[in-house]
């Protein structure tokens, strides 16, 4: 079954994402990050919507995403900007995200996320 003709192929073995260093790939969508999180895949926009702070190199805290620059934490269940105690931030920022998924070839394919 041949992949779609939609889909980037990051060229990366599942087995080559580190969890702990997320690293930025370009894409046609932009820069995206894959974080290995539990075991399952997901990319997430590189930089932060704040003022764009290196969220690939932010803390990873359970589904929590925290930006190194200042600190604005994100889910990544959701995506959503959170508060300080975990509480999600009405009318706050949120994360992209891509689909993902390996192809037949064995490597992490990403597609504009579906709505």
Do not use: N
């Amino acid at each position: 079954m041949a992949d779609p003709e939609d889909a980037f192929d990051t060229r990366l073995d599942p087995s080559e994402v580190d969890p702990s260093r997320p690293e930025p790939i370009d894409t046609p969508w932009g820069s995206f990050a894959i974080f290995s999180l539990a075991g399952r895949l997901l990319a997430v926009q590189s930089f932060c919507p704040h003022m764009q702070g290196p969220l690939f190199q932010g803390t990873l805290a359970g589904d929590t995403l925290t930006c190194p620059w200042h600190e604005w934490r994100f889910s990544l269940a959701t995506g959503r900007r959170l508060d300080l105690e975990g509480r999600e931030v009405q009318g706050g920022a949120t994360l992209a995200f891509l689909d993902v998924r390996v192809g037949s070839r064995g490597t992490i394919l990403l597609s504009p996320a579906e709505t």
